[in-house]
């Protein structure tokens, strides 16, 4: 339920413990509904799977206010504990510059739509949410994934608002879609307006998008965090903890696997 499996949920169990300014259940007075594990893995849970807190609650026979407190209380401490895991613009830039050449994307994490926040709509997905930018290698290994901005940036204008361009700068070329045009990235030709495009255009933009691949597949395993892939419920100010605890919980478990020797040292594979 919490997307980690035993030995990934013990270590996180200790960074949150030290996060903690007491103790979750002191030993006096009234004692806790839920364990602390059991309330990391509904935190946890909640971001993995994005479904109702009166299903969590049904779940761990609690109620609904309970669930909720847990999850307000908790989100902060993941996104605190796993900060550590998120890769900085700087350490992304390092890896950049040693991949040469590097692939991004833009994608989605969609929202209720809150009637004070229009911001938040996206023509381009006809939905409400927030872009984030992925910066992945030609292997489909996520190096960066930015801060969130409101849906109605489009990519251009998300990469020059985050530091993504930045990353990317750090590369010898990248690769992008066709909403890149004019960033000075490997883009496929747009058709033009009344006309076709020529066959050897049309044979450069499927190599483009075959070498793409990677980066879309990579996001895909990251909005396995469905917290990034389904409406996002609560208020609207907790957003970008969650955002980041979800991404966080992400790099955290690839790297614990890394450490686990599961995958060979370095960036590591997305989905294996």
């Known amino acids: 339920m919490s997307g980690l499996d035993s030995e990934q949920l013990d270590e996180l169990v200790l960074r949150v413990e030290e996060q903690l300014d007491e103790p979750w259940d002191k030993g006096i007075g009234r004692p806790k509904s839920l364990t602390f594990r059991e309330a990391i893995i509904i935190t946890c849970g909640y971001m993995r799977q994005n479904i109702i807190q009166e299903v969590w609650a049904e779940i761990f026979d609690a109620s609904q206010p309970v669930i909720s407190g847990i999850i ?6 993941i996104e605190a504990s796993t900060n550590e895991d998120r890769p900085t613009a700087a350490e992304a830039e390092e890896a ?4 040469q050449t590097v692939l991004v994307d833009g994608f989605l994490a969609p929202t209720w739509s809150w009637r004070d926040t229009p911001e938040l709509w996206s023509g381009k997905h ?6 984030g930018q992925a910066i992945s290698n030609l292997r489909g290994d996520l190096l960066f994934v930015s801060e969130p901005v409101t849906g109605n940036n489009h990519d251009m204008t998300a990469l020059a608002e985050t530091e993504t361009a930045d990353v990317m700068a750090a590369a010898f070329s990248g690769i992008g879609d066709k909403g890149y045009q004019g960033s000075g990235f490997i883009t496929p030709f747009k ?18 998008n075959r070498l793409r691949a990677p980066v879309e597949r990579a996001i895909a395993h ?3 965090w469905r917290i990034l892939h389904t409406d996002y419920r609560r208020p609207l100010r907790t957003y970008v903890t969650s955002y980041r605890a979800a ?14 020797g599961n995958l060979t040292p370095g960036l590591p594979r997305n989905g294996t």
Do not use: H, I, M
Not at 72 to 77: D, G, N, Q, S
Not at 126 to 131: C, D, I, L, P, S
């Open 191 to 208: 058709k033009p307006q009344g006309g076709k495009l020529l066959d050897w255009q049309k044979e450069f933009n499927s190599e483009v």
């Open 96 to 99: 950049a510059a040693r991949e």
């Open 222 to 224: 990251l909005k396995s």
């Open 72 to 77: 307000t209380k908790f989100t902060p401490l």
């Open 126 to 131: 006809k939905t409400t949410g927030f872009n």
């Open 247 to 260: 991404v966080g919980l992400y790099f955290f478990k690839l790297n614990c696997r890394v450490a686990r």
